[in-house]
């Protein structure tokens, strides 16, 4: 039996407020506030959290199905070469998983990388009831939003719950299952990795600043994406754990102004030292 989308949408409007409205609390007395937030929350969203596992290693030998109903691990998924950009969602989710996949289609329709050249994205659902047919289906949406053709290094998987648990607990992504409405709760997030599947950055809500994820991509490439002067600027922006966002780096501008004046003094020192040497060359 269907319920109406009015009995279910009030849970997870609560659980986009919980995914983005968390990062704005101030620090201090870590136990206690957790304590008292948990006990506060509606008990469909109790559980529902990221732990951020910064430098965590996805495991590769996951066994999953991709969109084609092929049998992959999510090692083979990885270039290697390239971040990826990493979502949990599940496909019969009747508000926040759209939102969020629609929130990165627009970030990525902005980003100025290339999917598939700067970067790459996995989506896995928690679902287990999901299907190959329901991954394909989402994928062909989401790549015609994007602008991008059939071919594009997107991949929606599906795969057995105890495999897709591993893969939730090892970058720290909560969710649980609520039997009244037959629907899951869950954190509105994105994960950026780098090329060999460690957890680098931590993307929150439902609506991702094109800054914001060309910076993590950046930073989670390693040097391997963005043009030499991006990798230069990124010092000068530092990710504020409280806000969940880059935030400008009084320190790192500095520190590239320094380099800047440097720069400019040794082209100035070297057109003088040319001059006079030309002007010696000649008497």
Not at 55 to 78: I, K, M, N, S, Y
Not at 127 to 151: C, F, I, N, V, Y
Not at 221 to 243: H, M, N, W
Request: hydrophobic share 40%.
């Amino acid at each position: 039996m269907h319920r109406r989308i009015s009995d279910i949408r009030p849970l997870f409007v609560a659980a986009l407020l919980v995914a983005t409205a968390a990062s704005a609390l101030p620090g201090g007395a870590s136990a206690p506030r957790e304590l008292t937030e948990e006990a506060t929350r509606p008990p469909a969203l109790r559980g529902v959290d990221v732990e951020e596992h910064l430098g965590e290693q996805v495991p590769l030998d996951l066994a999953l199905t991709d969109e084609e109903g092929r049998a992959v691990t999510l090692g083979q998924l990885l270039p290697g070469n390239t971040p990826v950009v990493l979502t949990l969602v599940y496909y019969r989710c009747p508000m926040l998983c759209n939102l969020v996949l629609n929130g990165l289609v627009r970030s990525m329709r902005d980003v100025g990388m290339t999917l598939g050249e700067g970067y790459r994205a996995v989506t896995v659902s928690i679902d287990p009831l999901d299907t190959p047919l329901k991954s394909q289906q989402r994928r062909r949406h989401h790549l015609q939003a994007l602008g991008m053709p059939e071919r594009a290094p997107w991949s929606f998987l599906t795969g057995p719950d105890e495999q897709v648990k591993r893969l939730a607990d090892a970058v720290g992504f909560r969710y649980t299952y609520d039997a009244s409405t037959q629907q899951y709760a869950h954190p509105a997030v994105a994960m950026v990795l780098t090329p060999e599947g460690k957890v680098s950055r931590y993307l929150y809500g439902a609506d991702f600043p094109q800054r914001d994820l060309r910076l993590a991509l950046i930073e989670a490439g390693q040097g391997k994406v963005g043009t030499s002067f991006e990798r230069v600027i990124l010092s000068c922006f530092k990710y504020d754990p409280a806000t969940k966002r880059y935030g400008f780096y009084i320190f790192g501008f500095l520190r590239l102004g320094a380099l800047v004046v440097f720069g400019a003094l040794a082209t100035l020192l070297g057109v003088s030292w040319w001059r006079e040497f030309k002007k010696g060359s000649v008497a």
